[in-house]
């Protein structure tokens, strides 16, 4: 299966569809972003911007989601920001807490507040 993400006009991600992998298939037997915009725009009678999105992340950095935001410059689907404290990893193009998170195998939410992990007690 092929994913797409539809866009709005401030590129934020409104739903992802999935299409057969043969609709972006030419006849090299290449796959080809353009033909699946075009068959989903045909399919919906629209001119909606798509972008293809990947489980694998094997294209724009992460899966899109809705909410997420497909940045241009970068070719990247970017989470929304969780807390405003956290710092986007220009490699994975997600948000990072200024402390690296525990590996003590406890579990733990960021308290913003603090800026630190707190742990979850059940």
Same mark, same amino acid.
């Given at each position: 299966?092929?994913?797409?993400?539809? /866009?709005?006009?401030? =590129?934020?991600?409104? &739903?992802?569809? %999935?299409? !057969? $992998?043969?609709?972006?298939?030419?006849?090299? #037997?290449?796959?080809?972003?353009?033909?699946?915009?075009?068959?989903?725009?045909? /399919?919906?009678?629209? =001119?909606?911007?798509? &972008?293809?999105? %990947?489980? !694998? $992340?094997?294209?724009?950095?992460?899966?899109? #989601?809705?909410?997420?935001?497909?940045?241009?410059?970068?070719?990247?689907?970017?989470?929304?920001?969780?807390?405003?404290?956290?710092?986007?990893?220009?490699?994975?193009?997600?948000?990072?807490?200024?402390?690296?998170?525990?590996?003590?195998?406890?579990?733990?939410?960021?308290?913003?507040?603090?800026?630190?992990?707190?742990?979850?007690?059940?």
């Amino acid at each position: 299966m092929a994913y797409f993400a539809k /866009l709005n006009s401030n =590129n934020i991600v409104e &739903k992802v569809i %999935s299409i !057969n $992998n043969a609709v972006i298939t030419d006849a090299n #037997g290449v796959e080809q972003e353009q033909l699946g915009v075009d068959f989903i725009n045909q /399919l919906y009678n629209t =001119n909606d911007t798509w &972008k293809q999105t %990947s489980y !694998n $992340n094997n294209i724009r950095k992460n899966y899109a #989601g809705i909410g997420f935001t497909y940045d241009l410059q970068r070719d990247a689907f970017i989470p929304q920001k969780p807390y405003n404290s956290w710092v986007l990893n220009e490699q994975t193009c997600l948000w990072e807490a200024p402390i690296p998170y525990p590996t003590d195998g406890q579990r733990y939410s960021w308290n913003e507040e603090t800026q630190s992990w707190t742990l979850q007690t059940i």
